[in-house]
């Protein structure tokens, strides 16, 4: 039998998808993707509450400039969510097809007043990420992708120089470790919000050299 949390999560994510019209899977877990990522070490979807997400965002400052990326997007709840919070434009990358396209029905039925969502099945690995100013991850696959998708963010401020903010839900050890090599990276902010379950997010801040 669910308890009284767990009945109350599905509640209001059954209440914030019917609000909104769209379907983003409660927050049970869903399935890995269908095909294995460059590295083999993708992890399963499973969102966060509305108002958890909505948390994990607010200390981004998120503004009209910026266009975000969820990397890892699964059915789109975080991407929904930062796309209601007046930002220029918002990226899903998914590697799941069947994740990749339920996001993609959820961004056309979106039913409320939201920034521009774009939807893309893709490797993380292999995207360019020169257009992006913040990117979300919350914990899509393991320390060896992580450090490769982070390279090709770092890589992209010679492109275009400016300052980028990340934030990571859900770090494991591994991803600690990473982290704490990185020098390029700054720690700006760890916390764990209420009803996150211990579940802490960690907020960097990337800028272009000189």
């Known amino acids: 039998m669910p308890s009284l949390k767990g009945m109350i999560r599905e509640w209001e994510a059954k209440l914030g998808d019917r609000v909104l019209g769209i379907n983003t899977l409660g927050t049970r877990r869903g399935d890995y993707p269908e095909q294995e990522s460059e590295h083999g070490d993708s992890f399963w979807y499973e969102s966060k509450s509305y108002y958890l997400n909505w948390l994990y965002l607010r200390p981004l400052c998120l503004g009209r400039q910026d266009v975000v990326y969820d990397i890892g997007c699964g059915a789109g709840r975080l991407l929904i969510v930062a796309a209601l919070c007046g930002v220029a434009r918002c990226v899903g990358l998914e590697l799941s097809q069947r994740l990749c396209e339920l996001a993609g029905e959820n961004a056309a039925n979106l039913r409320v007043p939201h920034a521009p969502l774009q ?13 992006g100013d913040v990117f979300l991850f919350c914990n899509p ?30 770090p494991e ?21 209420p009803g996150a379950r211990g579940i802490p997010a960690m907020y960097f801040e990337m800028k272009s050299p000189g």
């Not at 490769?148 to 859900?170: A, F, G, N």
């Not at 600690?176 to 720690?187: I, K, P, S, T, Y």
């Open 119 to 131: 939807i893309e099945q893709a490797d993380a690995c292999t995207r360019d990420y020169a257009d």
């Open 173 to 193: 050890p591994g991803h600690r470790e990473l982290f704490a090599r990185l020098d390029w990276m700054e720690l700006k902010l760890e916390r764990t919000f």
């Open 141 to 170: 696959f393991g320390p060896t992708t992580l450090e490769v998708v982070l390279e090709k963010i770092r890589q992209s401020l010679q492109t275009r120089p400016r300052v980028i903010r990340i934030m990571y839900i859900h």
